[in-house]
């Protein structure tokens, strides 16, 4: 059975497809495909980059133990430890000290 058999199936289907245009009759789907290039390819790239750092940063520590071994762990929860500490500050910020 072919997908369209009735010619009103597909006026419908024209119809809901025409409708999902901006005022002046551009595709939304195509523009947001467009506009979401950039986004996504800087969310790959610092996926890849972090990826890469840590794993470089593991195997460090792993290998070099010691010394090495405890600055990469304390930096690693200094790093980690900053965004929940900034919330902290913002949160207080805007609830006030009470």
């Known amino acids: ?9 597909a006026a419908e289907r024209i119809d809901r497809l025409s409708a999902r ?3 002046i009759g551009r595709d939304i789907l195509s523009r ?4 979401a290039r950039l986004s996504l390819l ?5 996926v890849t980059l972090s ?3 840590g794993t470089i940063l593991g195997l460090v520590a792993g290998f070099f133990r010691g010394v090495i ?3 990469i762990m304390r930096l690693m929860d200094i790093t ?3 965004p929940s500490l ?3 500050i913002v949160i207080v910020a805007i609830l006030g000290p009470a």
């Open 42 to 46: 800087i969310g790959i790239a610092v």
């Open 1 to 9: 059975m072919r997908p369209f058999s009735s010619p009103l199936l």
């Open 69 to 71: 071994e405890i600055a």
């Open 32 to 35: 947001l495909i467009h506009g």
């Open 80 to 82: 980690l430890t900053l």
């Open 86 to 88: 900034l919330l902290a």
């Open 21 to 23: 245009t901006d005022a």
């Open 51 to 53: 990826v890469i750092s």
